[in-house]
């Protein structure tokens, strides 16, 4: 059984800041790709910012220069560093990874979080 387990969101001002993380855990023999995804109220979700194993990363254009992605292989964690939060920022954040599980059939799935809320008001 695997879980990924996010935290970090609330409330912030507009110009605010805030650290997501996402732990994952469970019978994990490797990670691949972790990424951030959000989805805004109708919205479809969309990808945010993603990193490999080998540390390179993506992002989406809305948010470049103002969040970045990293990771803690050692403690199967991605986190998203968000500065600069705008209002059109207030979404669901989710986490997603792609994980090798550790025990038969050593099959390799796409995973996600159960997500957190990021709103941005004043």
């Known amino acids: 059984q695997v879980q990924l387990v996010e935290s970090g969101g609330g409330l912030v001002q507009p110009g605010g800041s805030l650290r997501l993380s996402c732990a994952a855990s469970?019978?994990?023999?490797?990670?691949?790709?972790m990424g951030w995804y959000r989805q805004a109220p109708g919205k479809q979700r969309e990808l945010v910012a993603g990193?490999?194993?080998?540390?390179?990363?993506n992002y989406a254009d809305s948010v470049k220069g103002r969040f970045t992605i990293s990771r803690d292989n050692a403690k199967n964690t991605v986190y998203l560093q968000m500065n600069s939060l705008k209002p059109e920022d207030t979404a669901v954040y989710y986490c997603?990874?792609?994980?090798?599980?550790?025990?038969?059939?050593?099959?390799?799935?796409?995973?996600w979080g159960q997500g957190t809320q990021v709103t941005v008001s004043s």
């Open positions: 469970g019978s994990i023999f490797s990670i691949d790709y």
């Open positions: 997603n990874a792609g994980i090798t599980i550790a025990t038969y059939p050593y099959s390799r799935s796409g995973y």
């Open positions: 990193i490999s194993s080998d540390g390179s990363t």
